[in-house]
């Protein structure tokens, strides 16, 4: 959806003083097939970026942001309604959990114990099943307005949940300020030793979801030296390849034409394009750090991504086929939007060298990840 500048203008004219600017709307966004009501929260900052979070899936369903005219536009894909949510569900925005990401054969040992996880994706165990938190309805447990406006959802998956051990009490905070930082905050503790990595799902495109000219002409960067490889499973082979010389080198930019189509690389034949983690040089922080750099020159938008995550994986949007129409009516085709999920490693549980993905009593599970957007001066577009 696009709003006028004057809209804008009108907005931020009626908006309160800028130490109490931010504020978070809760709406109803439609009703699930058992009449559970769904709940949406609109986080509105004074920039003109707006975010709307929907009970389902604890999803972030719209991301508004400006261009350099002062021209707004939602810059995830989606859908404009529940029962299309419900009918057809995709990874678009979603809260993914309780393991993000591929876990091989869908199994794993934890204290000598085997546990097997349903097998969604050929054998291996995906976004944490079938049934994964995804979709799932999450409590709205609080809301609020202020310099920075929130909304907290809570979801409870109890032991043997899609075959994981333990009762997980997992929450997601998702929080806007006025200068344009989505702020995602994880926290999750278990009963018992289990295994946790949870990130957001959204997919971008910084001119606009369903802008005709799709991300080809956008430029991306990630401060990363290695990725890791997979197999024809899209599992990790365990090596730490160098990205330098490749099509997987993004550390001083790149457009994402240069290279997406590039069949010499057996990596990109593998995966279809870009579906793959990168090795963050930054490893695992204490506070969110650059994970990605996303700019659409044209339009001078700017997507960065932060995380306090070592891994990111970098989804090229090599699935979507245009059968499923999305936000406006528009059709969804492959390049049309781009994931950036911050994360553990893919199948860390099944290979040590990556860490751990290891949660339990008494050592709860965070990660901090940050949607910042913002606007590039003409001159600096590349």
């Known amino acids: ?35 559970t009501v769904i709940e949406a929260v609109t986080l509105t900052g004074e920039n003109g970026v707006s975010a709307r979070i929907i009970a389902l899936g604890a999803t972030l369903q719209s991301l508004n942001a400006p261009d350099r005219e002062g021209r707004v536009a939602d810059v995830t894909l989606g859908y404009d309604d529940l029962e299309s949510y419900v009918g057809k569900p995709n990874y678009w925005g979603q809260t993914i959990g309780r393991y993000a990401n591929r876990i091989a054969g869908g199994r794993f040992v934890l204290d000598g114990r085997t546990y097997q996880l349903q097998q969604n994706d050929g054998t291996n165990s995906l976004h944490g099943g079938a049934d994964g938190f995804d979709k799932r309805v999450w409590r709205i447990t609080n809301v609020a307005s202020g310099p920075r406006a929130s909304v907290t959802l809570a979801l409870t998956s109890p032991d043997g ?24 905050d994880y926290a999750a503790t278990s009963d018992r030793p289990t295994i946790v990595n949870l990130t957001n799902h959204a997919l971008f495109n910084m001119a606009g979801e369903g802008s005709p000219t799709s991300t080809l002409s956008q430029r991306l960067t990630i401060p990363a030296a290695r990725y890791l490889p997979v197999d024809e499973k899209l599992i990790p082979t365990g090596e730490l390849r160098p990205v330098a010389g490749t099509v997987f080198d993004f550390q001083q930019g790149r457009l994402l034409g240069d290279g997406l189509r590039d069949g010499r690389d057996p990596q990109i034949v593998v995966g279809h394009g870009w579906d793959h983690n990168w090795v963050l040089d930054k490893g695992t922080t204490a506070q969110p750090e650059l994970a990605a750099r996303l700019e659409d020159p044209a339009s001078g938008r700017v997507l960065e991504v932060l995380t306090t995550e070592p891994g990111l994986q970098f989804y090229s949007g090599n699935f979507l086929d245009g059968s499923l129409v999305g936000k406006q009516g528009h059709v969804y085709r492959m390049t049309d ?4 999920e911050p994360q553990k490693f893919p199948d860390t549980p099944n290979q040590p060298a990556f860490g751990s993905a290891r949660v339990e009593p008494g050592r709860p599970y965070r990660h901090s990840m940050i949607y910042r957007v913002s606007v590039a001066p003409a001159e600096a577009a590349r």
């Open 1 to 35: 959806m696009v709003l006028t500048r004057l809209s804008i203008f009108a907005a931020v004219l009626l908006a309160p003083a800028a130490a109490d600017a931010a504020t978070a709307e809760r709406s109803r966004f439609g009703t699930m097939p058992d009449g």
């Open 161 to 184: 949940d899609q075959g994981y051990p333990g009762t997980l009490q997992a929450t997601v905070t998702y929080t806007l300020d006025d200068a344009g930082s989505l702020a995602i």
């Open 337 to 340: 939007g781009l994931a950036f």
